[in-house]
């Protein structure tokens, strides 16, 4: 069997374009999909795709860890940037999917599961609507409560707010005391026995990310992301060190490396790996293998496109580790007319049940796709009070 051809298909999702990778075989009608979605490096990633596929056309799809290794160390410069992961990620679960459907079986059986009966969903506030999550006010706990409410009466038990808002290296008590009005206002709405967490989106600085996770902390958060860019491992692991809530990071970290540094600082106790861009299932096993050893938990980040979620839930199905998988539905209208996806979800209690088609077991609509072409991702730009540059 050999790879004839490795494809992309871009699809225009508002906030981000999806990259769908479609690698074709010479068996007929043989063909996987994966996922390369990177926000605002469409292009970018596009072209790397191109590049790589010069090193795995004409080979055998069903040797992954062979063409991983080639993907990643050849071509002199190794796959740690983002966009060139990206484009391994995307390849690599297009060649899972190819070899679940060479065995009739789905991927998460390929790798040992099922492990579990079922995975909890948690939504983003507004369920992926852009501007509820990413653009209701700090100022406004009511409308957070209102919306913590609607994902309850939604059937999530748990969901992920933005309540910490942009804030300079250093700051008075008013971010801190908004960010606590908006925890304080949800854990209201919604009582004990829901799942509440944020996502500081790395906006705060290590002393910032230290008062807003210390000030939180009272309200028993499920987990408290990103309070620091990713690169400041060791104020990540003092964060940690600090409050009872898990930290939880690791959606920005492209390899293997980076993760066995992260959890060798203790820098969280929720490892969010991207298996769009931390190089696929192949090496998101090896990052688990790892995560196991640490006793830290997996709960993949995944506010992309379908793919993207049905290789989280494959890898779910295969990981004890794994805790809850992060999912969007509300995006985009259109987005069940691309897909058609092979688990079930309960709407009542938001749990997916595993799945027997093989692979990842998903079809992708390639007209309707085809509805929706590039268009420049909207811009989400930051400034400051002083106009100098934020973190989104
Ligand atoms: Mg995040």
């Keep these: 069997m050999k790879i004839t051809a490795v494809e992309t298909l871009v699809c225009h999702a508002r906030m981000r374009n999806w990259i769908f990778v479609k690698v074709v075989t010479d068996q007929p009608g043989l063909i996987g999909w994966g996922e390369a979605t990177l926000e605002w490096h469409t292009r970018a990633v596009v072209g790397a795709v191109e590049d790589l596929a010069e090193l795995i056309v004409g080979q055998d799809p069903i040797r992954i860890e062979f063409l991983w290794q080639m993907m990643w160390r050849q071509h002199f410069w190794h796959g740690t940037g983002v966009t060139r992961s990206t484009a391994i990620s995307g390849i690599d679960l297009a060649l899972w999917d190819i070899l679940g459907k060479v065995h009739g079986v789905p991927c998460h059986r390929l790798m040992g599961g099922p492990v579990r009966d079922q995975i909890r969903l948690y939504s983003h506030l507004g369920g992926g609507n852009m501007e509820q999550f990413y653009e209701t006010n700090v100022d406004n706990a009511q409308q957070f409560a209102e919306l913590a409410q609607k994902s309850v009466a939604d059937g999530f038990t748990a969901f992920k707010s933005m309540a910490v808002p942009p804030t300079m290296p250093v700051e008075g008590k008013k971010a801190v005391a908004a960010a606590e009005s908006c925890v304080a206002a949800m854990r209201e709405a919604v009582g004990p026995d829901i799942d509440i967490m944020v996502d500081c989106h790395a906006r705060p600085s290590p002393a910032m990310g230290m008062q807003f996770a210390k000030a939180l902390d009272p309200y028993g958060l499920y987990f408290f992301e990103e309070p620091c860019w990713p690169e400041n491992i060791q104020s990540l692991a003092d964060i940690n060190a600090a409050v009872t809530t898990p930290i939880a990071t690791g959606e920005r970290m492209t390899h293997l490396a980076q993760f066995r540094d992260l959890f060798a600082a203790r820098g969280c106790e929720i490892c969010q790996l991207d298996l769009t861009h931390c190089g696929g299932l192949s090496e998101a096993r090896r990052i688990a293998a790892l995560a196991d050893a640490h006793r830290i938990a997996l709960a993949p980040h995944n506010p992309q496109g379908p793919v993207s979620t049905a290789a989280s839930l494959e890898f779910g199905f295969s ?37 027997d088609r093989p692979g990842l077991g998903i079809e992708i609509n390639e007209e309707e796709v085809n509805k929706h072409p590039f268009e420049q991702e909207l811009p989400q730009r930051v400034f400051y009070r002083d106009g100098a540059v934020g973190d989104w």
């Design 319 to 355: 990981q004890p580790g794994y805790i809850i998988c992060e999912s969007v539905h509300n995006d985009v209208p259109w987005r069940q007319d691309i897909v058609d996806e092979g688990f079930e979800i309960d709407l009542a209690t938001r749990t997916v049940t595993p799945g």
